[in-house]
């Protein structure tokens, strides 16, 4: 499928949730119901969907086999333009926006299924050297095709869906197929989240730009290499994806 042309229904119609899982076990029928609600337009049912993308596809840094999918239906959706209007719900206000949320979503998962984690993963648990993780590398050979539609956000009207754009663009970057866009990306990241207020936003930035000169990928083994499952994320806080407890705009 081409990155301009995903249709985030036909994925939710054409995915087999049954057969896939979530932390809560089956997939079917919370998760296909859950993306759903994303453009729903309903204040509660968009809380609710937005809990479910941490706390059942991205729990504590773990993914899963339905991640997979939800991660393609997320990207699609951001890129899809007839879906721009239900992604700014007018009950927002100033707050982070949803989309800034949707594309935050996306940079934690490739942070959570890069190289680097793969690879301290297999440290921490004494994994032999062996093929990639499947679900990792599902997530991961879906970048190509996301990478569009995340840059269509490069000049978001609200600069902190610019960032978050920019944060899911690098880490996408690590896609040896996208390799060629790292002299597009380069001013936006020296110009937009090497001077952020943001602090992990500069250091991904000082990490990504020190290792496009050096012709290599980005494996963060300077961002908190803890095995936590917030360590290296960005825009991860309470406010930025949605508390539990709390609605999340």
Request: net charge negative; charged share 20%.
């Amino acid at each position: 499928m081409n990155g301009d042309n995903l249709n985030p229904y036909a994925i939710l119609n054409l995915t087999d949730w049954a057969s896939l899982e979530n932390a809560d076990g089956s997939a079917f029928p919370d998760t296909p119901a859950k993306l759903r609600d994303l453009s729903s337009g309903d204040f509660p049912a968009v809380t609710s969907s937005l809990d479910h993308l941490y706390s059942a596809l991205l729990n504590d840094g773990v993914v899963y086999s339905a991640t997979v999918p939800a991660f393609r239906y997320v990207a699609a959706l951001l890129g899809d333009q007839p879906s721009r209007a239900a992604l700014t719900p007018p009950w927002e206000g100033g707050k982070f926006p949803l989309r800034g949320k949707l594309l935050t979503w996306l940079a934690n998962v490739a942070f959570d299924v890069s190289i680097g984690q793969e690879q301290r993963i297999r440290e921490w648990g004494k994994y032999s050297p062996t093929e990639p993780f499947p679900d990792f590398a599902g997530i991961r050979d879906i970048y190509p095709e996301a990478f569009p539609g995340v840059a269509s956000y490069f000049d978001d009207s609200d600069s902190r869906v610019v960032e978050a754009a920019l944060v899911a663009a690098v880490r996408f970057l690590e896609s040896p197929a996208l390799a060629i866009h790292r002299g597009r990306l380069t001013p936006l990241v020296e110009n937009v989240l090497a001077q952020s207020s943001n602090e992990l936003h500069r250091s991904l930035a000082s990490e990504a730009l020190n290792a496009w000169r050096q012709g290599r990928m980005l494996i963060e083994s300077d961002i908190d290499p803890l095995p936590s499952g917030e360590c290296g994320r960005v825009h991860d806080s309470q406010e930025d994806r949605g508390s539990f407890d709390e609605p999340p705009f």
